[in-house]
Each structure stands twice: as structure tokens, then as C-alpha cells.
């Protein structure tokens, strides 16, 4: 109650203040794990104004990680990844370099990743993605949050990026297969292989 407290009196501070960037600077990271905060965040990010995305993404850039696997900042980093630019988005995603494996398999994190999946629009975003999952398919397969992840992956990804993946499953097919998670993923596969591309 406290902290939805504070999140209050931050926003009531920053509305009175006629969208003064600097009422809020020091304290996005706090506001963005509490849900009123987390709420009241994503939707100004919605409005899309350039400036305030921009000072935004410079105060959480190095705190992505701890945003994507927290109850409430994961869904504030999911509206910044949807609202900041192709550029923008770039550059914040080497900052989960090392720490995607570990988003993928996290209750909360696992959202965002699916949600930056959803809206990468470069192949410079799948080859990330895949460099970090590189030679994890399988067990993330298996995984309860994990399968997610290589279940878009399968139906999403292009080119090389999805062969990976479909290459790393094909390899662990008869593990994945046994496993009640990693079923989801064979059938995702098989129904890719019945394309007519691939017929």
C-alpha cells in the first residue's frame, strides 16, 4: 500500500508539474515495478511523444533485466519496446546481452521476450534473439516459459534464424517430444513442415 502510495504522489507530482522530464527522471525504474506506476508509465508512452520515450529509455536502459522479470515492469517494458523506434529498440536489446536464456525461462521475463519476438521487424532483432538461445532450444523447449519462446520462434523467425531453431528441435526431437511442454513445440514444428513451401 506504501509503495502504490508513493507511485501516487510521484505522478500526482509530475501531472501538477505540466510534464516537467525531471520529477520522474531519478525515479522510472522505482515507478515502473509498482502497478499503478507501471500502468500510469505505458500510458504515456502510448501518447508516443519522441522526447519523453527518449529520456525514458536513457534512465532504464541499464536496468532492463531487472524490469523484464519484475510482476509489473515487464509490461512497461513491453509498451516501450512497442512505442520506441527500430533504432531505439536495437540498441536497448544488447543490453540483455547474456541475459536472454535466463528472461526466456523467468515467469515474467519470458513475456517480454515474446512480446519483443512479436514486433521485431529487423533481422538484426531475430539474430540476436537466436545468438542467445543458440544451442539452448532444447531445453528451453522442455521449459514451462521456455517453450513459448521457441514456439514463436518456429512460426515467426525467417530464414536462417528459424532454421536454427527448427535444426536445434529436429536434432532433440525425440527428448523434446517426451516432454509435456516440449510437445507443444513438436507440434508447432510438424505443422511448419506442412507448409506448402515445404511440401
Known sequence: KKDEDYALSVIKEYESSKGDFSVLADKIVLLATFNNGSRYLQMQLTKGNPAFIAAVIDQVSEHLVELMADSFGNYFVQKLFSSCSVTQRLNLITKLKGNVYFLCKDKQGTHSI???????????EEDFITSEIKGHVCELSSDEQGTHIIQKGILTFHGKNQELIVNETIEG????????????????????CLEPKYM
Do not use: Y
Open 114 to 124: 515474446q512480446s519483443l519476438i512479436d514486433i521485431a521487424t529487423t533481422t538484426e
Open 173 to 192: 526431437f525425440e527428448d523434446i517430444s517426451s516432454k509435456v511442454n516440449g510437445l507443444h513445440v513438436t507440434k508447432k514444428l510438424l505443422a511448419l
